[in-house]
């Protein structure tokens, strides 16, 4: 990659990376509430945690939000051609699944007894995830796209994690979606560490 690139993908690739810390940090509120088995219990933690579940609902929607646009922004820098076109594709995935998990955490917050016993409609997150494994697949085949020498551990990890997202979610029709942004944050990190001219997984030369 010519040197322009390194700092016009520098940017949206660390606001895909702020995008994340924000996600990470609406969901983290409640956190026993994902691993508990009995809806009463779950009730019970939601009930207890007052006005820190529905405020952390609010945060998760902006970060489920500003992450598709920020690879949105990042797919624009990509080269031209496979690269860029395949970014567009995750990207396109990633905006076309939001709305459902904002949805789906409007619902979380607005009843949470709902939310609890799993009352709510399931097709608006089961899209939502989908639309995350066809992203990674998507970003796989653009990092793998990328000009000599590519990041090809960076595609395979991406792609590994997309095949073993689908398995889970084909097989158990729920995934926890930390999974993704975990995934979809480092492969913006190591847009940040990539030298000017550099198309690999190293970090980029001390000055």
């Not at 905006?95 to 955490?105: I, K, S």
């Not at 899209?127 to 090809?152: D, E, I, K, Q």
């Amino acid at each position: 990659m010519h040197t322009n690139h390194r700092g016009t993908l520098s940017r949206p690739a660390a606001a895909v990376i702020a995008g994340t810390v924000i996600w990470f940090a609406g969901i983290t509120p409640a956190q026993r509430v994902y691993t508990t088995a009995d809806p009463a219990r779950r009730l019970e933690i939601l009930q207890r945690s007052g006005g820190r579940w529905v405020a952390g609902q609010h945060v998760a929607a902006m970060g489920t939000a500003a992450v598709p646009v920020a690879f949105a922004a990042l797919a624009r820098e990509f080269p031209r051609g496979r690269a860029r076109a395949l970014a567009g594709t995750a990207a396109a995935a990633l905006l076309a699944g939001a709305p459902m998990f904002v949805w789906c955490l409007a619902d979380r917050g607005s009843d949470v007894e709902r939310f609890a016993y799993r009352r709510g409609s399931w097709l608006p997150f089961t899209a939502y995830a989908w639309s995350h494994v066809a992203a990674l697949a998507a970003l796989a085949g653009a990092f793998a796209a990328l000009p000599a020498p590519r990041p090809t551990r960076t595609a395979l990890v991406l792609g590994g994690s997309s095949a073993a997202s689908a398995a889970v979610l084909a097989a158990t029709k729920d995934i926890p979606p930390f999974v993704f942004y975990l995934a979809e944050g480092a492969a913006a990190a190591v847009l940040l560490r990539r030298a000017p001219d550099d198309g690999g997984d190293g970090p980029a030369p001390r000055r």
